[in-house]
């Protein structure tokens, strides 16, 4: 009996070891299942090209290059492909084309076929509420050096970037569109709306508002469908010298009540800490600060001077922006609803420049329909750019850069505007007439008055240097005649007639007349 029972207890041993197996194998066949790459995305920069393999789950993997001929290649075990990589555009990209395969069993490689070679770098991204686990896989045009800023091309009407000491010089202004690429930003409330669509939009407005304004060049860090880094971004509008940095964003909130602009510059909580980092690692990078004082080196001074230094440098900065806020808000009152009266500071990464005023602006919720409609017409992201570069050219002409274009006309009393002035509370006819060195008649002749009656929110010509719509654009990737023709609120028909364009078709690069409104 003993060794019957023995038996049946080794029988029943291995049947529950077999089950267990069975079960462990399973597992292991689920976990392999899991983590599947769902779809690879492909976005395009000036500098690099970024592929985002959207994937099921956490992965490890491994990536290396191969030469003769070039490729990058990714194993990542335990997975397998679901999306289809055929329908990926490697366009203007230095990828020829992708191909995926099973190895070892149950390790996905993934071999990413170069025309040049390319410097890849990766990182793997935790889920978050929009989106799950991702692999990102930046393919970097040139190898530049540890040290040296990579070279990002930038969109400028003056791409040279003078020094702050020229006389008469432009008066640069960075503009960041928010978000970009695999990076949607908010979300609007009919789950189509994305922010990185409309800040871009708003963004370009702002930069055709500014470019046609003599004194002043803009930048943008990013005029594309692209992400560019929060830190590389105050770093590009540090190497091209930008004499202020402004960051356009839109809003999102759980209900859809919220509504109105706000403007916010650095908290001081924020600028203690990046003071304190700049001076721990002024050895590494031997960093450079400009503003009032000229180009400093921090590495030259002991650490209680340089954070001495840094400190009155940022301390600068953010008393600018909190000014520059302050005169943007003024020129925006009357054009949207402001949510805060004030300038709000907050610790965000866009604004921690220590030599160069900065500003985030919020331009409105997503999340509230009516909102989000009118910001995602042309005609209200004409407005809002308007009256941000009218905030601007406020700003600096109440204190102009020393040796600008606008120090220049500022003591020659010529008073440079974009032309178009929204009224706001409490204005009056006779104010803005003596605000912009004009007549009380010229300003009721040209805007076809016959009464000094006003209203809030009216849009006023202004006499003087920039009056008047362009005379020329650009065309620029992904543009189309119809939109250039409504962003500067004119006829398809006449747009074609100045230009001796019998149908749509047009080219990047290519320079168009603008007609009169």
């Known amino acids: 009996m003993k060794s019957q029972h023995t038996l049946s207890s080794i029988e029943g041993s291995s049947r529950c070891l077999t089950l267990a197996l069975a079960v462990c194998t399973l597992l292991a066949s689920f976990a392999v299942s899991a983590a599947s790459v769902e779809e690879v995305r492909v976005w395009r920069a000036p500098d690099h090209t970024r592929l985002v393999f959207d994937l099921s789950g956490g992965v490890e993997y491994k990536l290396f290059t191969l030469d003769n001929p070039a490729r990058v290649v990714i194993d990542i075990e335990g997975s ?41 770098r990766s990182f793997t991204l935790a889920p978050n509420s929009e989106q799950g686990d991702r692999l990102v896989v930046d393919l970097y045009d040139e190898s530049p050096s540890a040290d040296a800023p990579r070279n990002t091309n930038i969109i400028s009407s003056n791409s040279t970037g003078a020094p702050r000491g020229d006389e008469r010089r432009n008066i640069i202004v960075a503009i960041s569109a928010g978000h970009g690429g695999e990076d949607p930003g908010g979300i609007g409330f009919d789950g189509k709306l994305r922010e990185k669509d409309i800040t871009l939009k708003i963004a370009r407005a702002l930069f055709n508002q500014l470019e046609r304004i003599p004194g002043y060049t803009p930048i943008m860090i990013r005029d594309g469908d692209y ?85 009155l440098q940022m301390a600068w900065s953010m008393e600018q922006s909190l000014i ?33 005023p900065s500003m985030l602006i919020e331009t409105g919720y997503l999340t509230n329909p009516d909102e989000a409609r009118r910001l995602n017409t042309s005609a209200f992201q004409q407005k809002l ?25 500022k003591v020659n009393g010529i008073v440079p505007m974009p032309g178009i002035y929204t009224v706001k509370r409490g204005d009056s006819l006779s104010v803005i007439a003596q605000r912009y060195n004009v007549s009380l008649a010229e300003l009721k002749s040209l805007n076809s008055l016959s009464s000094n009656t006003i209203h809030v929110a009216q849009e006023l010509t202004i006499p003087g240097i920039g009056a008047g719509e362009p005379e020329e654009h650009t ?26 364009i019998t149908n749509d078709r047009i080219i990047v690069g290519q320079i168009l007349k603008i007609p009169a409104p």
Do not use: C
Not at 387 to 404: H, L, R, T
Not at 483 to 496: C, F, K, M, P, T
């Open 475 to 500: 065309v620029r990737r992904g543009e189309t005649l119809s939109e250039i023709a409504q962003q500067y609120q004119v006829s398809l028909g006449s747009l074609r007639q100045v230009n001796s």
């Open 324 to 356: 520059a806020g302050t005169r943007v808000l003024e020129s925006l009152d009357g054009i949207t609803r402001l949510r805060r009266d004030k300038v709000q500071q907050a610790s965000l990464e866009v604004l921690k420049s220590p030599d160069i």
């Open 385 to 409: 750019a308007r009256g941000i570069a009218q905030g601007v050219m406020n700003y600096f002409y109440e204190a102009p850069p020393e040796g600008s274009l606008v120090a220049w006309q």
């Open 80 to 120: 397998s492909l679901g999306g289809d990589l055929s329908r990926l555009d490697f366009s203007e990209s230095p990828i020829s084309g992708m191909r995926s395969a099973i190895r070892d069993g149950d390790t996905l490689r993934m071999v990413i076929d170069l025309v040049v070679e390319v410097e890849p």
């Open 227 to 311: 992400y560019v880094e929060l830190q590389r971004r105050s770093e590009i509008a540090r190497e091209k010298r930008a004499d202020l940095f402004v960051a356009v964003h839109t809003d999102w909130y759980r209900t859809s009540r919220a509504n109105g602009l706000t403007i916010y510059a650095l908290s001081g909580d924020r600028a203690d800490r990046e003071n304190s980092r700049r001076v721990a690692q002024k050895e590494n990078n031997a960093d450079l600060l400009g503003g009032v004082g000229g180009d400093l080196n921090l590495s030259s001074w002991d650490d209680d001077v340089a954070l001495t230094l840094v400190s």
